[in-house]
T-cell receptor
Framework: TQLLEQSPQFLSIQEGENLTVYCNSS?????LQWYRQEPGEGPVLLVT???GGEVKKLKRLTFQFGDARKDSSLHITAAQPGDTGLYLC????????????WGLGTSLAVNP | GAGVSQTPSNKVTEKGKYVELRCDPI?????LYWYRQSLGQGPEFLIY????????DSGLPNDRFFAVRPEGSVSTLKIQRTERGDSAVYLC?????????????FGPGTRLTVL
């Protein structure tokens, strides 16, 4: 059973387009993190959202945590080729704070 | 060191052989995690150490997999009688102690190929 569902799984867009990646669950998370991973490297943390309804911005990236803390989204404005990579959401499950629960990831390709 | 390091970076072995994968966490980080990752997918949790003890080993797929962290720093993931299905990138991450949310700092991974 996948506790965190990410969509879409793959996304190929042109430079300058906007996109949104979704991370959904039927479970409540105490907090949720977004990571980005490039080939041959480990994931790197982008942001942590903690409060239901919270919105955080990181340059062209906007992260939102759902009011019920069951879902999150990542929106990228004017995507650039440097945004290419695997985007992963991961949640600290409210019922078990010992380990992160990971989504399967969204593989993004931004074409020049 | 500045970050999490893992050795070897690549390991090719034959089916049935024994392998050891090493992780050097960030100095002072008490929590250490092992994950397995297939191409284009998210990390699959294997085991979590808090200090020297395995706080959660529920992700280890079977008894061929074992991990140790005897001094609360370096950790070794051991795989016996390797199978082709064990081929993957094995990631190690460390984090500081305290309540979540904690940032996990990842190493570059060890790519294991079982022929």
């Amino acid at each position: 059973t996948q506790l965190l569902e990410q969509s879409p799984q793959f996304l190929s867009i042109q430079e300058g387009e906007n996109l949104t990646v979704y991370c959904n669950s039927s479970s409540v998370f105490s907090s949720l993190q977004w990571y980005r991973q490039e080939p041959g490297e480990g994931p790197v943390l982008l942001v942590t959202v903690v409060t239901g309804g919270e919105v955080k911005k990181l340059k062209r990236l906007t992260f939102q945590f759902g009011d019920a803390r069951k879902d999150s989204s990542l929106h990228i404005t004017a995507a650039q080729p440097g945004d290419t990579g695997l985007y992963l959401c991961a949640g600290w499950y409210a019922g078990n704070n010992r380990k992160l629960i990971w989504g399967l990831g969204t593989s993004l390709a931004v074409n020049p | 060191g500045a970050g999490v390091s893992q050795t070897p970076s690549n390991k090719v072995t034959e089916k049935g052989k024994y392998v050891e994968l090493r992780c050097d966490p960030i100095s002072g980080h008490t929590a250490l995690y092992w994950y397995r990752q297939s191409l284009g997918q998210g990390p699959e949790f294997l085991i979590y150490f808090q200090g020297t003890g395995a706080a959660d080993d529920s992700g280890l797929p079977n008894d061929r997999f074992f991990a140790v962290r005897p001094e609360g720093s370096v950790s070794t993931l051991k795989i016996q009688r390797t199978e082709r299905g064990d081929s993957a990138v094995y990631l190690c991450a460390s984090s500081s102690d305290g309540n979540p949310p904690r940032e996990q700092f990842f190493g570059p991974g060890t790519r294991l190929t079982v022929l």
